[in-house]
Antibody, heavy 118, light 111 residues
């Protein structure tokens, strides 16, 4: 079964850091485009970042320079390192596989909540 | 920046047909594929339409997608509405400058 399971969310103070993990099963992370999408409370979906199978990485302007997407091929796991966190980064963070031609996000993980507050 | 615009909300009665639009801000929406996701409260999004008009297995054929190049828009049509269709729906595409792009979401009420 193809599945994604996120972890690592929690409460962090403004200016702090957090690393999210996304463990994949049923497919190989390194052979696919993998993405992070977030959803602030009561708001819509916002694309955050992608890592291509070749290793190239891209970010939304809102997180560029603060967030880093990476993967560990041996663990078949995707990561999102989040630094200099702001209140507006508070959201549920989902990882998802992005199909390379259509950018169809499927499957999605269940999400992990990040709260940035003092 | 490329944006996708959806109506904030739509409502319709059970058994009827509803169409949700998704309009591209620039360029041609037909240049890249459009997906549609359903999201119920407290749950992750799930796909109802991918690559403009394809249904994943398990999604009933009451759901259909289309592209209208003349209006630079995509549409999700749900026929034979059921109360279980009540959810938020998001369109999504890709832009070479901005990566993944989502519409703002449409709340469907079936009453």
């Amino acid at each position: 079964e193809v599945q994604l399971v996120e972890s690592g969310g929690g409460l962090v103070q403004p200016g702090g850091s957090l690393r999210l993990s996304c463990a994949a099963s049923g497919f190989t992370v390194s052979s696919n485009y993998m993405s992070w999408v977030r959803q602030a409370p009561g708001k819509g979906l916002e694309w955050v970042s992608v890592i291509y199978s070749g290793g190239s990485t891209y970010y939304a302007d809102s997180v560029k320079g603060r967030f880093t997407i990476s993967r560990d091929n041996s663990k078949n796991t995707l990561y999102l390192q989040m630094n200099s966190l702001r209140a507006e980064d508070t959201a549920v963070y989902y990882c998802a596989r992005a199909h390379s031609i259509s950018w169809w996000f499927d499957p999605w993980g269940q999400g992990t909540l990040v709260t940035v507050s003092s | 920046n490329f944006m996708l615009t959806q109506p904030h909300s739509v409502s319709e009665s059970p058994g009827k047909t509803v169409t949700i639009s998704c309009t591209g801000s620039s360029g041609s929406i037909a240049s890249n594929y459009v997906q549609w996701y359903q999201q119920r409260p407290g749950s992750a999004p799930t796909t109802v339409i991918y690559e403009d008009n394809q249904r994943p297995s398990g999604v009933p054929d009451r759901f259909s997608g289309s592209i209208d190049s003349s209006s630079n828009s995509a549409s999700l049509t749900i026929s034979g509405l059921k109360t279980e269709d009540e959810a938020d729906y998001y369109c999504q595409s890709y832009d070479s400058s901005n990566g993944g792009v989502f519409g703002g979401g449409t709340k469907l009420t079936v009453l």
